[in-house]
């Protein structure tokens, strides 16, 4: 039986105290029935029935109670016909009407009021299950949250605002004590697993003035937090320190969502992620690559001081030889006097070229570059070949250069290409002295590749770049001579790669090396 009752009660309360209630009403319904139909007394007894109804609508469902209300419905028209008959006269019908009136309204308002009672439940129910869910992000989250309650230093700041300031750093420095009040104002709501874990057991504890204990009174990341509510901003973010309980100095980055409501401000979410790791290793970066600058500047310098070695070598040694010839011409009985000056003359040049090359060198350190120029390929190409004369000689080369109808002219640093072509040439002459054959030819080739780029072939009959050094040629300090710096070519190459050129080094199928210099085109002159 009880297990019948279950189907009409809410199941709210226990069902003791569910059943009770029910048998009450029972009575009630019992009680008001038996006084309405067996006694004498006039007067609207039926209304009394709402009390069984009131009693009945706290514990039984929507369907009960409707079922209840015709019930007592169906008992006062009863008791009614009963104690009246078919003709009960105007006084007792007036009073059924209103009784069955009273008993209409009433269940019409317990199921409103049900009704309202189901939404009421409903959302609260959601409101629990979203309750729920934040707080599960806020536990479970790896992000520190800590929960303060800001109301009072809201009120704070807006009465100083009121009272004129709009600058807060610039009232703290006035009023020194200005920063700890408003910590002292702060009190800390919650705090989740990650801010436990970043500030130590005593994170969640609540009561004014425990902030202090995490956050200096002189942090400015505080003033300016102070100063995103003055100034009424909507979310704040920025890099703190926090001491942990543990007395650790942890950098924090900020980031606060501020309430528009000045009546939430009770509850205002801090998320903080520790940054000071990330830091640390950005520091260590930073170093590290100082310290590689550091390094590749040595390095440079070093590079420098072989390439300026290298380069020098070239003219010191036709000084030294014309300084010996000269000395011949000299000792001669009578001394040839034109010979002497040609010899001194030659001096002069190389003694110039070797000026050039250190004040090449030296803009090139302090970053100087040098004025570009419009150059005739051809002219220079024979000027380099004078100042090789002495070497070429020495060991019988002979330069073919194979000149095109249209002579391309280039804008480019004079004696950088200068100083590339003397490379390739000595580096020919060195590779040929090893052959025997004659003759050793160094044929060099000046055409338009296409109508944007000219190229430069400088090509020897010596061995050619050995079959392992073919990718290695272009590599500082690579060299298979005994006396060599392995600097060459590798100059040469960033030389004219910071002009936009290339150069290019292979073996020719006839035998010999290739070492073709690529430049971009600005003119061409027929
Ligand atoms: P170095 O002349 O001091 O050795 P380079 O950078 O000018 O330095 O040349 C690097 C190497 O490239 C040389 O040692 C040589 O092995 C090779 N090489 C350069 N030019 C030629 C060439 N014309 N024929 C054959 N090998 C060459």
Not at 187 to 201: F, I, K, R
């Amino acid at each position: 039986m009880v297990a019948g009752a279950g189907a009409f009660l809410r199941g709210q309360g226990s069902l003791q105290h569910d059943l009770v209630i029910g048998l009450i009403a029972l009575i009630l319904l019992l009680t008001v029935f038996y006084v309405d139909a067996f006694t004498k007394i006039e007067g609207a007894i039926a209304v009394l029935y709402v009390i069984a109804l009131l009693l009945l609508s706290e514990v039984v469902t929507r369907r009960a109670l409707m079922a209840m209300a015709i019930l007592c419905a169906a008992l006062a028209i009863f008791a009614f016909l009963f104690s009246h008959g078919i003709d009960p006269g105007i006084q007792p019908t007036l009073r059924l009407t209103v009784s069955l009136a009273a008993l209409a309204i009433t269940t019409a308002l317990l199921l409103r009021n049900d009704t309202f009672r189901s939404e009421l439940l409903a959302s609260n129910a959601a409101l629990r299950e979203s309750e729920g869910r934040y707080r599960s992000i806020f536990d479970n989250t790896k992000v520190a949250l800590w929960e303060h309650d800001y109301s009072r230093v809201r009120s704070h700041l807006m009465e100083l605002k009121l009272q004129g300031v709009t600058d807060l750093r610039v009232h703290v420095r006035s009023n020194p004590g200005a920063a700890t009040q408003c910590m002292d104002m702060i009190s800390t709501v919650a705090a989740n697993e990650a801010a436990y874990e970043l500030l130590g057991p005593h994170a969640g504890d609540g009561g004014p003035g425990t902030l202090r204990r995490y956050v200096a009174s002189d942090d400015e990341t505080f003033i300016d937090l102070m100063q995103a509510i003055l100034d009424g901003a909507e979310h704040f973010e920025g890099k703190g320190t926090v001491t942990t309980d543990g007395g650790e100095k942890r950098l924090v980055l900020l980031s606060i969502g501020l309430p528009d409501d000045a009546s939430t401000f009770n509850r205002v979410v801090v998320g903080m992620i520790d940054i000071t790791q990330r830091e640390m290793t950005q520091k260590a970066l930073n170093e590290a690559q100082a310290e590689l600058t550091r390094a590749a500047r040595a390095a440079t310098v070093g590079a420098l001081s072989a390439s300026l070695a290298h380069e020098l070598n070239q003219p010191l040694g036709a000084i030294g030889v014309n300084a010996q010839t000269l000395l011949r011409w000299l000792d001669r009985d009578p001394p040839d006097l034109a010979a002497v000056r040609k010899s001194a003359e030659r001096i002069i040049r190389d003694g110039q070229r070797a000026s050039d090359i250190i004040q090449n060198t030296r803009s090139m350190l302090t970053q100087n570059t040098n004025e570009s120029e419009w150059i005739d390929l051809y002219a220079l190409i024979d000027e380099t070949t004078r100042l090789m004369e002495h070497d070429l000689q020495r060991d019988a080369v002979v330069v073919d250069i194979h000149r095109n109808t249209r002579i391309p002219s280039v804008k480019t640093v004079r004696i950088e290409l200068q100083q590339v072509l003397i490379n390739l040439m000595t580096n020919a002459v060195q590779a040929m002295s090893s052959v025997d054959a004659a003759p050793r030819t160094i044929v060099i080739d000046v055409a338009p590749r296409t109508d944007e780029i000219v190229s430069i072939v400088v090509r020897d009959n010596g061995p050619g770049i050995a079959a392992d050094a073919r990718d290695k040629v272009f590599a500082p300090f690579y060299t298979t001579k005994a006396s060599g710096m392995g600097m060459g070519l590798s100059i040469c190459r960033s030389t004219l790669e910071a002009r936009g050129g290339k150069l290019e080094g292979y073996n020719h199928p006839e035998g010999g090396a290739v070492f073709e210099i690529t430049l971009p085109l600005e003119d061409l002159h027929e």
